[in-house]
């Protein structure tokens, strides 16, 4: 004969049932009535064969409050002993499970053995958990849940667990709990998952696996102070704030008291903060003092005061929030709600009032469907992933979320493939040093995308945008400099167009005018890409039809320069001929004239025809030298 115990997750059970609790309670027990003996209020008699019917009973208790429960597990947990022991363990139990002690684990397995009921017995902790049909976890990531519902303490103010007082919430001993939420966000959600069941299955409450579940609430803890301390003047709303930036402690009253409170020396930190008048830093350090001693008046009384200091919509909705906050720790949870509405109501962008917010609609009924339609910051689906109170729905809550991890995936990957297609199209113009380096660097992006959790995602998405715009700034680089190219190049088609129209030989060089033509239509034909709104698609073509045309206006250039010598060369010509023939004309009529005139007389030995033939050879020297070094406009 051995004795049967219910042990009771009122928290869980309250939570799960709210005003069927005490009916939920009175069913289970009148199950276990009718097939074992009843020896006070939470302990029956059972023998081993009687194990057989707890299966059963468990699966009808389930079955019968199954709308309920759904993810969730039976809120009580069973252990058979051999005495009956008030007090039986102290080990962590979960809930919807049955234990042993070892006495009693061998008679059950050599029972057992001889049923066709399929079970296990498996280890846990100092006990051993019977595992049968109806206590098998549901096929979630985190079918643990139940254990952050464990404890009969009063919920910790900073990770809201029963298993520990505020003031030693191991999220207090993590020196840098932002950076912890940051590397957790770049974790996948099986990740998590795994370490923290291995945190609590293996090592325990304190195992450092558990950090990234202490820290979820990273703005309630005093670290966070440092943000509100030294850079309250450069973020302006929540939407402004990167939980990763840089916030050194400074030295003075406020410095050292902030650096004690994160120590958790809380008295020389209210020394220091008490030393400094009318600086609402040292309000809000104040508040946090007295919830770690829990003097929750005082804490309220020190936000009050605060809250008539600040101003921007950033502090107002945080100070809000931790008013909101506080009164739902200390089970105010209307008038906590309004609170969170009046922050949101300054800074729309303030996650953590905008979550508990939506905590609040889905335990006064709202469905998941409903509070995730808003969901999509990866701060909020990591908390939502983590949270204890949607441990009904977890089943759900998994799917959502891997829903909404697919799309940022595939929105990551769209803007990558995007990003990558702009890259193909620029790799011929990289050197080899820097294709090896955009290579590994977009191989990077694409592993943080499929591989990662939602943080490298988001990082994925934004390093792809980057570089989709350095891509673009590469190419608008290379567009400007070829638009330069080609205004130089027009430069020299309307030269070159001129000069043809001015040509007076067309049509003995009519070569000049066919590579003209062409010219023409490749610069009409470059002019109308660099016209287009996305050039990228054409940049060969471009780059090609460019230097086409550069090597099609060399050679209209030496044609060119052919041509101005033809053409000056007849210019010359004509204009030695004119003048030559006029002067020659002139001289020839002089020395015609002269003989029929009075004084040729005294002159006739000069004026002969070697005299004639002589100046005639003077002309044709001055008119050659006239036509030769006359300037010519002709180009």
Request: glycine fraction near 4%; charge should be neutral.
């Amino acid at each position: 004969m051995y004795y049967f115990k219910i042990i009771k997750h009122k928290k869980l059970l309250n939570l799960l049932f709210q005003a069927q609790a005490e009916s939920a309670e009175i069913f289970l027990k009148d199950l276990l009535s009718r097939r074992l003996t009843r020896v006070d209020k939470n302990f029956y008699k059972i023998n081993p064969e009687e194990v057989l019917y707890l299966d059963k009973i468990l699966e009808n208790f389930k079955t019968e409050f199954f709308l309920l429960l759904r993810s969730a597990p039976i809120p009580f947990s069973f252990i058979l002993t051999k005495t009956q022991i008030e007090k039986a363990t102290d080990t962590i139990l979960r809930a919807g499970k049955i234990y042993l002690e070892e006495p009693v684990r061998d008679m059950i397995d050599s029972f057992l053995k001889h049923s066709n009921i399929f079970y296990k017995i498996e280890p846990w902790k100092n006990l051993w958990e019977l595992i049968l049909p109806s206590t098998v976890d549901p096929k979630i990531e985190i079918f643990y849940k139940d254990i952050f519902w464990y404890g009969d303490r009063n919920p910790c103010f900073f990770c809201k667990t029963s298993w520990h007082e505020s003031y030693n919430c191991p999220s207090l001993l993590d020196p840098e709990p932002r950076n912890t939420f940051q590397s957790a966000l770049n974790l996948h959600f099986r990740e998590i998952s795994q370490l923290l069941w291995e945190g609590i299955y293996e090592e325990g409450l304190t195992s450092e696996k558990l950090k990234y579940f202490y820290i979820r609430n990273f703005y309630l803890l005093p670290e966070f102070l440092k943000i509100i301390f030294y850079k309250y003047d450069v973020v302006e709303t929540w939407g402004h704030l990167k939980i990763d930036m840089e916030t050194p402690l400074r030295g003075g009253n406020l410095g050292l008291g902030l650096e004690y409170l994160i120590k958790g020396n809380l008295d020389n930190a209210k020394r220091e903060f008490s030393e400094i008048e009318d600086d609402f830093r040292a309000s809000i350090g104040l508040f946090f003092i007295n919830i770690l001693i829990k003097d929750f008046r005082s804490a309220l009384y020190y936000l009050e005061r605060t809250l008539f200091q600040v101003n921007t919509p950033f502090l107002k909705s945080y100070l809000l929030f931790l008013k909101g906050y506080l009164y739902e720790y200390m089970g105010e949870t209307a008038i906590a709600e309004e609170f969170y509405k009046e922050a949101l109501e300054k800074d729309p962008t303030c996650l953590p009032a905008f979550y508990y917010f939506n905590l609040a609609k889905y335990l006064r009924g709202s469905f998941l469907s409903e509070i995730f339609a808003y969901f999509n910051h990866p701060y909020l689906l990591y908390w939502s992933y983590l949270e204890p109170i949607f441990i009904r729905d977890q089943g759900e809550l998994e799917e959502i979320l891997y829903d909404k991890i697919a799309e940022k995936r595939e929105k990551a990957s769209l803007r990558l493939k995007e990003t990558e297609d702009r890259y193909h199209k620029i790799k011929n113009f990289l050197s080899e040093a820097e294709k090896k380096e955009y290579e590994e660097r977009l191989s990077k992006v694409r592993e943080d995308i499929h591989k990662g959790g939602l943080g490298l995602i988001e990082k994925g998405y934004q390093k792809a945008l980057e570089m989709d715009l350095e891509f673009q700034g590469y190419i608008y680089r290379i567009i400007q400099n070829l638009k330069n190219e080609f205004e130089k190049i027009k430069a020299n088609y309307r030269g070159l167009s001129s000069f043809w129209k001015k040509y007076p030989y067309k049509y003995e060089d009519m070569e000049f005018g066919k590579e003209l033509k062409i010219f023409s239509d490749l610069v009409q034909k470059v002019e109308i890409k660099l016209k287009r709104k996305d050039p990228t698609d054409v940049l060969s073509i471009l780059i090609s039809e460019i230097e086409s045309c550069k090597n099609k206006a060399e050679t209209l250039v030496t044609l060119k320069d052919k041509l101005i010598k033809k053409w000056s060369f007849r210019i010359r010509l004509a204009d030695f001929l004119k003048n030559f023939s006029l002067l020659e004309l002139l001289i020839a009529s002089f020395y015609i004239i002269l003989p029929y005139l009075p004084f040729f007389e005294s002159f006739k030995v000069i004026f002969n025809l070697p005299s004639f033939l002589f100046a005639s050879f003077v002309l044709l020297i001055f008119c050659l030298f006239i036509a030769y070094f006359k300037n010519y406009e002709l180009g």
